[in-house]
């Protein structure tokens, strides 16, 4: 489903931020990738929805090179990877219900459908009854809930989470991730870059580990190991 | 998706953050709102102006005057053949007796000029045509062909006497380059000052739109099209436009109206009150016009930065 090929970005500083990574991952897995700050987890999840484009090297998405993809193929393919950032990314100055609209909006979604969509994707994420709020007056750990529940309304295929926890306290990160290992159990890939060892420890999923830009492991059903 | 719901979406959006950035939409307005009055003023200047210089040229003419025994007939003839010159713009006759009675008129208080004149038997005064020009400049031409016209020994040419463009032409040449460089110097400050206050509300909406990036970023990993994001801050620019030239239409009248009368004391005939009513329907055109294109092309532009896909 999604393929990393000899991929490689170096940055206009000269910075190898990725270094001759392949990987391949199956439709429904649950990925952990791991690294200290700057093993170039972030540039490798970027890769997937070309918003870094590697240097060399070609990444797959359904057996299409996303390289290859054209402005409006590249968007279709965006409706159908969903993200969430340590920072949220909401959009402030809508509501909740808007900010979840929004992305069925951009999917072509007519307004019915969306109508009955975002209440029940934030009945989901238990913020029923923060939809007319804005987001700056959650806390992290709901802002972050809105995030996933936009990720997710339109069923995407793969769902990439880079730091979802960062933020966030035990508890809300817990929730977080009960919230992903459902979605993933509902048959979603999950891509998720973390350097929270309790976390990756507690799911016991696949985990790829990156140092300074290279894949150094990867193990079915492994442990935090750095 | 249809058209008609993406059109919908864009402009609900555009219209909720004109209301939601609040202030923000109050700095670009309060901008845009002395950008065109700039250009409204510089519509009334430039208007102003040319009333003035209009005026101006008006106060010049050359005048023909006939020897006392010239016939209708000669007299006809070169205003005829001035009439047919593209340089003139209008050729009125003053006949002997007109000539006669002004001259009294001007002179009812002298006595020893009207007495003088009672003693003569006939009238002095010959007829005159007095001729205006198009243009300052032409009055050479148009005398330089008088005096062809005095010399070439043709009945109508010698019955001119006298052409009065010789005396004045000092004046009149002065007045022509104090014309030439005003219009030169009102369309070079006009531009300058247009480009400036454009380039300002330019720079304001970037601004607005600078607080909005990170935004623009997020609708773009979502999977927006490029309109999709750049058609609500569109719709807020030109919102930002149409409200500053409604700003601007509505404060002109009480401001032009006030005006009005020391402008006129400073400039002779040029109303200002009198020209925004009067021109109402083209100064709602460009102000409008000026401000609904500035706000969507500020916008456009502004958005393209941001947009990476």
Known sequence: MIHYDKVTKVYNGGQHAVEDITLSIEPGEFVFIVGHSGAGKTTLLKMLFAEVIPTSGLVYFNSRSINDLSNSELLKMRRNIGTIFQDFRLLPTKTIYENIAFALEVAGKGDDDIKADVPHVLELVGLADKMWSFPLELS????????????????????????????????????????????????????????????????????VTMDQGRLIRDDREGKYTL | MSLWLNIKRVARYGLIGFIRNGFVSLAAISIMTLTLFVISG????????????VQLTQKVDVKVYF?????????TDVQKMLESLPEVASVSFMSRDDALAQFRERHKNDQLTIQALDELKDNPLGASLEVRAKQTSQYEAIAKFLSTQQSSGTIAGSSIDKVNFYQNKTAI????????????????????????SLLIA??????????SRDEIGVMNIVGASRWYVRGPFMITGILYGFVSGLIVLILLYPITLYISAPLQRFLGTFNAFAYYAGSFPIIFFVIMASGIALGALSSYLAVRRYLHT
């Open chain 2, 67 to 75: 020897t006392t025994n010239s016939t209708d007939a000669e007299i």
């Open chain 2, 202 to 211: 330019f720079n304001t909406i970037r601004l607005a739109i600078y607080t």
């Open chain 2, 173 to 196: 040449d002065r007045l022509t380059n104090i014309i030439d460089t005003t219009r030169r110097l009102g369309t070079i400050v006009s531009i300058i000052m247009g480009l400036a």
């Open chain 1, 140 to 207: 992290g750990g709901e802002q972050q809930r809105v995030a996933i529940a936009r990720a997710i309304v339109n069923q995407p295929a793969v769902l990439i989470a880079d730091e979802p926890t960062g933020n966030l306290d035990p508890i809300n990160t817990h929730d977080v991730v009960e919230i992903l290992k459902k979605i993933n159990n509902l048959g979603t890939t999950v891509l998720l870059a973390t350097h929270n060892r309790s976390i990756v420890d507690s799911v016991g999923k696949r985990v």
């Open chain 2, 42 to 53: 510089l519509m009334i200047f430039g208007s102003a102006l040319n009333a003035t210089l």
